[in-house]
């Protein structure tokens, strides 16, 4: 009778442990991709080019990579950004690696898709401050092989557009996936792949319950539907971190929405690389990942943490950045005879 | 006894023309290194990593690509280039295409080599605005890969120096060459690689005089010894150029040797690329090279040229042109869990 016991506990707890570990999903190596912006290896070189093309501000000295740095960590891993003519932005760049299975952009998610993000930081007076898209479209329309690749691409009577602009860069960014870290290596069956200090972080934040928001193969949520967003109020806890870093000065989601129920909402943000993403948060406040993981667990959960169990959470988080894939450095076209941000 | 001149006439034309050809001379596929830096792969691909290396600026905005774009024309295109904290320069950025054959580095030749040259503007206020080298070393010691890159190439007690960084940079550049123009393609026996233009266009320089200064393979001069450098005054002759574009404002090589033999000395500049790096001169005061060839025309040998001779002139340059060659994105070493420039 013990034996049968026993085996059933066995049977058990062989049932619950392959929930558990499904309860973690490792990354796709493919991005999902609307039915108006598919992919093509043309349509990805040429948003390639436009992600590192300064013309696309105002003065030429800013590009998307200049704050999204795919060299890197797909971001400027500073604070602030820095936009045209020394200006500082007012969040901290969020990265653009493995951007495109979030379901929403940027830190309040105030844009649905890669798309309909793409377009913001051109426009924007303290990014690239381009005046309003006639002035991008006019640059690109100077630069004959952008216009040969608009219409090789978008084909139609007008290929050359601020939203043909967008989808290339789009699909240029469906393609920075990070797939391969040590935690999918692991989930994947190479049980030798994570640390036993890792093992630890990764039962701890299922314990405590990071992972409630920071679930789903991103770590950024639940699987919805694109451009539907997964938000958490944050800081959820009061604590004496709301004032040494400021944590709500910024109204997140309220400043775009103007909704009082989306004062303090921000768009979870992912795990993935989130090792190489110092410093932190939407104010990048906080310098160490380290101390991150204690302001979360004390903000979102209301715990402190001791030093054993944030280190152990670092070590789950570190195995979390994958593998960066090998670009080829685009060639920028030229404009023989003049330059179109000389004067500027 | 006519027909014995005719016949010796043509022996002469027969011998002077071959000469003729032999002034101008094909783009080398390798550029000349010193014989304590040689070249190695590791050695270059460091150097490349450094080359893109924001963090060598104090705020981790500016690397040495920001003004010496090599995804375009190894310059940034403007007037004047954009340092930290959205400070303009003085002069306007040279590319650093093909740089490793010219025998002095800057407008002013202050620097003998690329080894020198690179390591002005890390510590130039206005540019990247690292107070000292001590600061420099002291933040790529923070980043392992550099640490064992720096080890692996150079060896010895104590390879992290800013020597070292600047021979790494070095070597990378000097493989930052673009042969196989169109002028290189007829040079080296392809007749038809020139049109008929931009044939008009290179008799015309030798004949008015350009090639005087602009000679050699990368038409900046004659091959001197490196360190050399090959000056020469602009302008030469008054014009109205002078106050239209404030050719005199900037004193030259004066500026960083103060000898009055010196000022309004320039280091000739090379013609290779030249139609991708406008604007033109030490100011970038001039956006077009049609009107870049007549300002120098008229400065440099006293000459007014008429529209059909500077746009032969431009058809030729136009054929100087070189294939850039195919480059990998650099991945940048990471430093997990913290930033070196997020509280800049």
Redesign the interface.
């Known amino acids: 009778m013990k034996k049968s016991i026993t085996s059933l506990l066995f049977s058990v707890l062989f049932m619950v442990i392959p929930c558990i570990t499904l309860a973690f999903e490792a990354l796709s190596t493919s991005a999902p991709t609307p039915a108006d912006n598919t992919m093509s290896a043309a349509k990805v070189k040429l948003g390639q080019q436009l992600f590192?093309e300064?013309r696309l501000s105002i003065?030429?000295?800013v590009s998307c990579n200049?704050c999204h740095?795919?060299?890197?960590?797909g971001t400027?891993?500073?604070?602030n950004s820095?936009g045209?003519?020394?200006?500082k932005g007012g969040r901290s760049a969020p990265t653009v690696w493995n951007a495109a299975f979030l379901t929403a952009q940027f830190w309040d998610g105030r844009a649905a898709t890669l798309e309909d993000q793409a377009k913001g930081p051109i426009l924007n007076p303290i990014e690239m401050g381009m005046p309003d898209e006639a002035s991008v479209i006019k640059r690109l329309a100077a630069i004959p092989s952008y216009v040969e690749q608009f219409k090789a691409v978008f084909g139609g009577s007008e290929p050359l557009t601020y939203d043909n602009l967008a989808k290339a860069i789009a699909a240029y960014e469906r393609t920075l996936i990070t797939p391969n870290s040590a935690f999918d290596r692991y989930i994947q069956g190479d049980k030798k792949a994570l640390s036993k200090q890792a093992l630890r972080g990764m039962k701890l934040v299922e314990d405590i319950g990071c992972t409630t928001c920071h679930s789903g193969a991103s770590f950024a949520g639940p699987a919805l539907a694109m451009g539907q967003g997964f938000y958490q109020r944050f800081p959820t806890f009061a604590s004496d971190y709301d004032d040494k870093y400021q944590l709500k000065k910024d109204l997140g989601r309220f400043e775009s929405t103007g909704k009082d129920a989306d004062k303090h909402m921000w768009r979870v943000p992912t795990w993935r690389n989130v090792?190489?993403t110092?410093?932190y948060f939407h104010n990048?406040s906080v310098?160490?990942?380290?101390e991150a993981v204690r302001v979360m667990a004390k903000t979102q959960l209301n715990k402190d943490l001791n030093q054993s169990d944030s280190s152990d959470i670092?070590a789950f988080l570190?195995s979390l950045?994958g593998e960066?894939p090998?670009?080829?450095?685009?060639?920028?076209p030229?404009?023989?005879?003049?330059?179109?941000?000389?004067?500027?």
């Open positions: 590192f300064p003065d030429g000295t200049s740095n795919v060299m890197g960590s400027d891993n500073r604070a820095v045209v003519k020394g200006q090792a190489l110092a410093p990048g310098t160490s990942l380290d670092v570190n950045t960066f090998e670009q080829t450095l685009p060639h920028l030229d404009t023989p005879g003049h330059s179109l941000v000389g004067e500027q």
